[in-house]
């Protein structure tokens, strides 16, 4: 079976540069502005940053006076995430999320974080609202179907030490799959470049009754 999780071992130092020094360019131009106004235009008092990474999102909705936990399984991005501060802090796979403390919480947002084929673990209901940003399957090489992939960052500066296998999902594989863990899709956006080409996809979802 395919593992992302290695590879955000590996890479912690890599991509704790790429984010802290801008150098991607699809955050700057639009998706970093999109997911932070998704999240705080749901008023929320306590948000859980699903796969927090070295925690950027963390800080930024810290502050806007929001209590935020931050959860991800890399030792060292959650290490880099604590030195800045800003959140509640957490080394958590998906995988044990029921044991997570501070649940149900206002807003989950999960920011180019869901890699797995089998999300389950990580969309269940620890919130009112569920906002996910991603690479835009329609904008995405072909072919259109469900299935791993590998990136390899190849086109990112810096010492990537290990590639990450990922799965694309079409956007009925992404409805269908919040459909089963409970979510039904309210809002969808596409923050686009100067070019107007879409840049990523954002969906909120709210819980089924
Ligand atoms: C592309 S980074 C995004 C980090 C952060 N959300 C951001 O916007 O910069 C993906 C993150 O998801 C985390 N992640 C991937 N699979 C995970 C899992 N099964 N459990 C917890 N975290 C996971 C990785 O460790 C990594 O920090």
Known sequence: MSDPVPSWLANAPAWTAAVRERKIRSRVVATDAAVLAAVLEQSPKTVLDLGCG??????????????????????????AAREL?????????????????????????????????????????LSRTLIIQTLHPAFAE??????????????????????????????????RALRESGWVVTGMREPAGDDHRPLSLLLIAARLP
Do not use: K
Not at 57 to 72: F, M, P, Q
């Open 54 to 79: 070295e925690g950027w999102l963390t800080r930024a909705l810290a502050a806007h006076g929001l209590a935020v936990t931050g959860v991800d399984v890399s030792p060292p991005l959650i290490d």
């Open 142 to 175: 072909p072919p259109y179907a469900d299935g791993w992939r590998v990136e390899t960052f190849a086109s990112m500066e810096g010492e990537w030490r290990e590639p990450m296998p990922w799965y694309f999902r079409t956007l009925a594989s992404w409805l």
């Open 85 to 125: 501060g800003g959140g509640t802090f957490h080394v958590l796979p998906y995988s044990e999320l029921a044991s997570i403390e501070g649940a149900p919480f206002d807003v989950t947002v999960a920011n180019f974080s869901l890699f797995d084929e089998d999300l389950r673990a990580a969309l269940q209901p």
